[in-house]
């Protein structure tokens, strides 16, 4: 049997933050409305981290879950927090496939929109939001894992792909870059520093480019297990965008020390992470730190949450579990990843 840690916490000092120790560096937290309501999560919000990512309130379904009508109030108080702070906001996102109304690329039978009427549901969709968070939202995430995991499929089968066609991508751009000239734009996906998924991210690149339109960044999720995939892998993909001279940003990191197996327990680790899987998830988040920080085009680190307490992690691959990924517990105590992620950034 493993026994539950024990490591002392060491406590930050005061002056000793996650936002200062970055330097130049933005470094972000993904949060939804409500973590707001807790002093707690406030607190270690205000004081570590200089941009905020909504992690559910700027997506489609959540702005415009009816035809025509906007609802703005949590993501404005993302806003609003973030502005009392001195924090950056990053819009999550104008297109995805996932918390997207279904008017938006599909008729009542489910069936594709015609092209013009997908494109103009998409066009007034990226203006309104983009003109009502005009001045308060750094960038844009403007499309969300358009790239396929499938090694014989370039683009992602998504309802807006069959409304539009492939250009769907370069429109949502278009549009945004319309809608804001002085708004960032940024392509965000999953995987796509791994070998099987590179190729295929970096066409995608190359194409927006010879489209003409402005891709300001390229936003590299960063959802890690803890042993795979190798620092060596992370680092190729990493090199193969910094080749193509494009910023990057790190939008979504954690690390899953979890087994994946879907039979697994939904809670393996009742007394905590014991001492030795603690210690190992510390060391992976000081390993990816020191390679990010290696790379001046990152310019930007998210991770995807605060606390263990509220992580979409508790739910994936299987809902219900108790899953330990990020820098604080669920009584917000900082962890060893805490520690390993601080001196990472503070050894530059
Ligand atoms: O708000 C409803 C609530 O009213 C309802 O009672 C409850 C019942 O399940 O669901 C709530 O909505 C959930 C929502 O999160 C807000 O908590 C959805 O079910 C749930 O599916 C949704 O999950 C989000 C997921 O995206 C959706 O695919 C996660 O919080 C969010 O962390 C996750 O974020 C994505 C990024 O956007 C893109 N990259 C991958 C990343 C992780 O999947």
Known sequence: M????????????????????????????????????????????????????AENEMKPLLLQREKGTFTFEEADRIVDFARRHGQQVIGHTLCWHQQTP????????????????????LRTHIHAVLRHFRGKVKGWDVVNEAVSDKSDEYLRDT???RAIGDDYVIKAFEYAQD?????????NDYSIDYDYKRG??????????????????????????????????IERGLRAFDAMGIKLMITELDVDPLPRDPAADLDPYRDGLPDAVQQQLASRYAALIRLFVRFPSIERITLWGVSDRKTWLNNFPIRGRTNHPLLWDRRYQPKPTFDAFLAALEAV
């Not at 270690?44 to 941009?51: E, K, Q, V």
């Not at 279904?102 to 549901?121: H, I, K, S, T, Y």
Request: cysteine-free; overall charge negative.
């Open 102 to 121: 279904a008017w938006m690329f599909e008729d009542v039978q489910g069936q594709p929109l015609p092209r013009r009427d997908a494109l103009e549901n």
């Open 2 to 53: 493993m026994t539950p840690s024990t490591t002392p916490h060491r406590k930050p000092l005061e002056h000793v933050t996650l936002r200062t120790a970055a330097g130049s560096r933005l470094v972000g937290a993904a949060i939804m409305s409500q973590a707001l309501d807790d002093p707690q999560a406030a607190s270690i919000l205000a004081t570590h981290f200089s941009s905020l990512t």
């Open 159 to 161: 309802p807006a792909r």
């Open 179 to 187: 809608a804001d000239p002085g708004v960032e734009l940024y392509y």
């Open 200 to 233: 295929r991210a970096l066409r995608l690149v190359e194409e927006l480019r010879s489209a003409g339109v402005r891709l300001d960044a390229v936003g590299i999720q960063a959802h890690h297990l803890l042993t795979s995939p190798s620092i060596e892998e």
